[in-house]
């Protein structure tokens, strides 16, 4: 009896068809996919629809997989590049992207034109006021998704920087596909040096309509200006 009990047990085991303890690793295996795709993927600012969500769950498992990858800031290969393109989204394909970084310009404004520069700055013969801008712009394919661009109104005397007296963002075109969250507040030092630093950054979220926002991208631009009168740039995203 004990010889048939082990024999049947084994027949038992055996008979699990191997499909099913593959797919109970897949499912284990998609378990974390989304898990990533949930803490670094999918908009942490604004919530998905159910149907969004409903959306996102139904995902193929490739799919994921590639946007896991986009979440994780890895190198999509040729197949996973193919696996979005193949399900419309290869909008979402860093690939696919071009980043276009403008020149800074600096513009002379006589200073007896600046209603805002300080007395001081007005009463130095040497002064001259300035306004330096910048901008940010991403492309996807041949279509422009978003601009951001900074501009700052400063004066100088030669040897140092006298005032800082406007320094805003602006955005320029924006793809219906992406929305603008809005700037950091602005990091400057403060006037009267020979240098001041002012840096900004600004956020972006690209929203595909049935999935809701994705990846969140934050230009960034930094300006260095100088009391003889001249400035320059860096800036990223």
């Known amino acids: 009896m004990t010889f048939v009990a082990v024999a049947a047990a084994a027949l038992c085991l055996t008979a699990v068809p191997p499909a099913t303890a593959s797919n109970g690793k897949s499912e284990s295996h998609e378990a974390q996919v989304d898990k990533i795709l949930a803490s670094k993927y999918w908009s942490q600012t604004t919530p998905a629809t159910e149907v969004q969500k409903a959306n996102r769950k139904a995902l193929p498992v490739d799919v994921k997989e590639a946007l896991a990858a986009v979440a994780l800031d890895e190198t999509l290969n040729d197949e996973q590049s193919a696996v979005l393109s193949a399900a419309g989204l290869a909008e979402l394909d860093p690939k696919n992207t071009t980043w276009k970084f403008s020149e800074a310009e ?40 978003f601009g951001w661009k ?24 924006v793809d219906f596909t992406y929305h603008y969250r809005g700037a950091d507040g602005i990091q400057a030092n403060p006037v009267g040096g020979w240098q001041v630093r002012t840096y900004q950054s600004a956020t972006f979220e690209q929203c595909p309509t049935h999935l809701g926002c994705t990846n969140t991208y934050r230009p960034w631009i930094e300006f260095q200006l100088y009391g003889n009168n001249t400035a320059s740039h860096t800036k990223g995203v």
């Open 106 to 145: 600096t513009v002379a404004v006589p200073v007896e034109k600046s209603p805002v520069a300080s007395p001081l700055t007005l009463n130095l013969m040497a002064a001259q006021c300035w306004i330096t801008t910048a901008e940010v712009q991403k492309w996807s394919f041949a279509t422009q998704s």
């Open 150 to 173: 900074r501009q700052v109104d400063w004066c100088a005397d030669g040897s140092r920087v006298t005032s800082r007296h406007r320094d805003f963002p602006s955005v320029g075109y």
